[in-house]
């Protein structure tokens, strides 16, 4: 955690932590334990601005309605976050059936809770032409994902607050878009530069969702520069170690935090649209969690800035950081 | 030579041997002596059933019409082989303008010397949905090509025999299914039995042209399992050292050569189409190039097989077969 948790407070005033860690956090108490480390943490490296870590509970089978009320009492733990089992990094205690966590989500919606969802469908018999006995392919798990169960919790809970992350899909796009208030989307900025392409020909760009292709990313590329408040921030950055991604596999999660705003301002440049970044950095994101906004100012500029290939992690690994060794044209300061 | 050699003149009376070696294969002189280096090493390992290397030649902006008179004379080369640039495994001599090369394609056709695909495109502008700066993305590289390249050496060039190689989407098959007489293509095992999600989970799964979806996997079949004869084997075989594919990027080729025959039984036993297999496998591919068909006999019995991990490659090396420790459920024996 000191290794890497310093670059993301450098470059953002709170973060959304995401509990898929082993163990999962999946009660109230966890994620205060866990908040408490990860100030700890900062303090241990001498880390001196304010940095707010906004908590998060993992959904399983056995969430409790008594959970989330704990959990909007907390005042830190802003989201619950569901993952479907085995899509990503320790996602394996994922919620198997939605329908039975009814009570809990009309809980959360009543209290204001967040619904942060990994959008996939991994498991589907009802797309068959997608699907290989019963695995849908991971090109389609977002596509089906909408369909088999973000439709079903859009609609069944009017008034639940819905964040599809880190969405990679056209189809993503234009469902957020369309969808009742109260639905967003956050992208990150690989899936806005990157394509399955980058992950053809590197494991560092490998993530889940998976990179999509470029038409795809024309479309996330409209959404995060179109102004629309529905549309907003979120890295997901995930920092695993060298040896472990350059293996045959390769475990899922692309590092990006520690340029992580180069790297949007990058995609943002492609579209000229220097206007936007701003509101989908900084304002609409705060917005919908209902969250004061920031007061410290991020400045911009126009300078050639080479990606490190990696940053220690621990006492004997490296993390290779995503795009690296790449020229970004932009370089972000911080008062 | 020696370590991989064996395992593909077990399997198979011939086999077409690619000229995308380093230097490549350009002329009929070096085809013969790279025929002669490979009757050799099987001789030094002490093979002593029939392996006829059936060679090619390496198409590139130099290629002439003399040397293609050379090839049909020569008896030995059968195809000459078009790769575009830096699309795969030594593709950077590949032939950068088709329009130029007419006379050659017309030579071909009149002496009946096949033109075999690796049938994508790479760089284009006028797809530019599926184009990022020019570059096709790896999923839409095929079709590309089927649209660009192929419908003008089909119609330009009426009596070339041609063989789109391992083709890999359902848009490669209905081309070839509705093409005029003449036109072919291979399918390899892999391409039968795995998606890009088999490519995300192992860089040992990746080929080019790049695994793709369930649907074109099930397209692939339909064609295979057709009867059609237009449809036939080709392994697209390609040993990699262990140390060149487990990094993060992992270079291009599927290692099927050992087990060859029990991968395609594999496939077709999905489909339980046991009375297609030996045409797709033994006949069509002979009838099509004008070869006399073999007459050996190979016996695939339903029998437990695992793939092993890897074989040795040259004194210090291993190359990991493609699906390693995966039980199959055939074994082929040889007369």
Known sequence: MKSVLGYTAHQFGRALIMPNTAPPITKVGQASTYRRQIKKALKDIGFSKTFEPLMTLYLTDKTTVAEIEKAAKSGFVKAVKYYPPNATTNSQ??????????????????????????????????????????????????KVFLAEKLTWLVSGFPKLK????????????YFVKNARKGVAATITAHHLLATIDDVIESHHNKCMPILKEEADRQALLDAATSGNKRFFAGTDSAPHSKTKKETACGCAGCFTAPL????????????????????????????????????STVTITRQKTVIPQSVTYGEKELVVLFWAEKELSFLATFD
């Open 93 to 142: 205690n994922g919620a198997t059936d939605l329908q039975k966590l009814k009570p809990v989500f009309e809980k959360m919606q009543e209290l204001g809770l967040v619904l942060c969802l990994h959008g996939e469908t991994i498991k589907s018999n009802i797309f068959g032409d997608s699907t290989r006995q019963g695995k849908v392919g991971v090109m389609q798990r977002e």
């Open 162 to 173: 819905i964040v599809l992350e880190h969405i990679t899909t056209k189809e993503a796009v």
């Open 260 to 295: 992580a705003i180069e790297l949007y301002a990058e995609a943002f440049d492609e579209r000229d649209a220097w206007d936007k970044l701003e509101g989908f950095m900084s304002l609409y994101g705060a917005d919908f969690y209902g969250l004061s906004r920031n007061k």
